[in-house]
């Protein structure tokens, strides 16, 4: 990205994230609920999708969410590539979580294992600290001196395309921008310097989650745990409006293109996430994806997280499920 651009871009994020114009990159705004090829009762009622958000109005408690004939179906497309994985080596652990995000009909596989989260803690940091932006005045725009002795980089498989320069000053904004979009340890680190304790610890506790610093397993997580954070994003029930929106703005312009964003067509847009990390003792790799994917008129919530002893095979994996659920929610799509 050219310094140009890479200006353009950041310009945009300032607006999204204080609270500015949210016309940038909109999709068309629907008063009331969107029709949707279900005919039993909803699960939840929205407002209507606004860019990247559909505020929660109600939710509806079905008689068995799982009983959906079309959420079925895509479950049993899915089911036989993580058992294949497994079978053949090519991932350990596997994990899957689905949600169609304007009814809530959702699926999970694997839904007890547990999983190292890695970079996937960023998106709960940034929420945390957008929520803190809400109650104190330029926190977005205070300046923040990279000096740390280390470089947490150096640990990533996947390297960020650009890196902070070392005795120079970034605002808050900023630094969540490269954290997200380049997936910078090094921004993660000196963001966790800045953000309130108790307003971090308190995304985990709405979520009704243990905070990870009072963690003493590294494996803790499991995947529809994690989907969480995405959903509250979607559904505004956290953060402002405004603050959501930018969040999943930010969260669309990942430069990671290899999971999720592999599996769909280069039109429909993805606002994810991605996690790796090795464990050089124990010989385990873990690579995870989750966001959402904006199909027309029916975005879904899909999160992936995985373990094995090689990346490559955990990425085509992740791949091939996220190709068969767009294929299955496009089949379903045409049929009215």
Request: glycine share 6%; proline share 4%; aromatic share 10%.
């Amino acid at each position: 990205m050219n310094n140009k651009n890479y200006k353009v871009t950041l310009m945009l994020l300032v607006t999204f994230l204080v609270g500015g114009a949210a016309g940038f990159f909109s999709r068309d705004a629907i008063n009331g609920v969107k029709k949707h090829r279900h005919k039993s009762a909803y699960v939840e009622r929205h407002e209507g999708e606004s860019n990247y958000i559909n505020p929660l109005l109600a939710c509806d408690v079905a008689e068995d969410v799982l009983s959906d004939p079309e959420i079925g179906n895509i479950k049993k497309k899915v089911e036989p590539i993580v058992t294949a994985a497994i079978e053949r080596r090519n991932a350990t652990n596997i994990g899957v979580y689905f949600r169609e995000l304007n009814d809530g009909y959702w699926f999970s596989i694997g839904e007890t294992e547990k999983f190292v989260p890695a970079s996937l803690r960023k998106v709960p940091l940034m929420i945390a600290l957008l929520k803190q932006a809400e109650r104190e005045d330029n926190l977005l725009d205070r300046l923040v001196k990279f000096d740390l002795s280390n470089d947490y980089n150096l640990v990533q498989n996947v390297k960020p395309s650009q890196t902070l320069v070392f005795g120079k000053s970034y605002t808050v904004k900023d630094l969540i921008y490269r954290m997200i979009v380049y997936s910078d340890n090094n921004a993660y680190i000196c963001l966790t310097k800045i953000v309130d304790k108790n307003e971090f610890g308190g995304v985990y506790g709405k979520l009704r989650m243990l905070n990870p610093s009072i963690l003493k397993e590294d494996d803790y997580l499991s995947v529809q745990t994690y989907a969480s954070f995405f959903r509250i994003l979607y559904n505004a029930s956290y953060l402002s409006r405004e603050a959501s929106n930018g969040a999943l703005w930010v969260l669309a312009k990942s430069q990671y293109r290899d999971g999720i964003v592999a599996g769909v067509p280069a039109d429909v847009e993805v606002a994810h996430k991605f996690g790796e990390q090795s464990d050089a003792p124990m010989g385990t790799m873990h690579l995870h994806d989750c966001g959402i994917v904006y199909y027309p008129d029916h975005p879904y919530l899909l999160c992936i997280m995985s373990k094995g002893t090689k990346f490559e095979p955990l990425r085509d994996v992740i791949k091939d499920i996220s190709a068969t659920i767009f294929e299955e929610v496009r089949s379903q799509g045409n049929v009215e």
